[in-house]
């Protein structure tokens, strides 16, 4: 399978999606763009790591490269190998130093980017993706955002509370949804839990 070589573009709000936020990843060797509808949260991991900046405690993802450094294990890279249904699906590629085995884990994309940028490997998707999904952007489109807006979108995202209501769900399993629901419950979260709830009830339908 080709593979096509892509580069982290940026974030900026979905105006469209309230509190979602549009990761869009470059295509390296060419014009097209994919764009990638993530919650803040997740966003928020990403543009930390985009600005450099380091956390007073480490978050989830950061968490992960330190358990994964501590047992001898690296992320390779990341390949965005399937587009279902409008929602990217992701996998990690880890080389474990310790047994030289090689191991491939299934991963939200949003998670995989915010993984890919701290462990500084490389993002890959298909030709067919990136054929299917791709778009050439108008640079000069006066609807583009400014880099000094871009800019402050980011610094607004990194200090800006969480908000419960900007969590994109769509990337969720039914078994991880049940599991948040559980901790949304257990820290008297109702609100969210609310959300997790009535999501588990539309995809039974």
Not at 18 to 33: C, M, P, T
Not at 41 to 66: C, K, M, N, W, Y
Not at 135 to 163: A, H
Not at 174 to 190: F, H, P, R, S, V
């Amino acid at each position: 399978m080709e593979k096509i070589k892509l580069n982290v573009l940026g974030l900026s709000y979905n105006h469209s999606n309230s509190g979602a936020y549009a990761l869009v990843l470059a295509e390296e060797e060419g014009e097209r763009r994919i764009p990638i509808i993530i919650g803040g949260v997740e966003a928020q991991a990403i543009a930390i790591q985009l600005e450099g900046l380091t956390p007073p405690r480490p978050l989830t993802h950061d968490l992960f490269v330190s358990f994964a450094t501590a047992f001898n294990i690296k992320v390779e890279e990341v390949f965005i190998y399937k587009l279902k249904d409008g929602i990217f699906y992701s996998e990690l590629s880890c080389f474990d130093y310790t047994t030289k085995n090689k191991v491939r884990i299934d991963s939200r994309t949003s998670d995989a980017v915010a993984l890919a940028l701290r462990f500084h490997v490389p993002i890959y998707t298909s030709k067919e993706i990136i054929e299917r999904a791709g778009i050439i952007l108008d640079i000069e489109n006066s609807s583009s955002p400014k880099p000094e807006e871009t800019e402050s979108t980011l610094n607004d995202l990194i200090n800006s509370p969480e908000d419960t209501g900007s969590i994109d769900f769509t990337e969720f399993t039914i078994e991880e949804l049940k599991k948040e629901l559980q901790n949304a419950i257990g820290n008297e979260d109702y609100e969210l839990a609310s959300k997790i709830r009535d999501e588990i009830k539309r995809r039974g339908k």
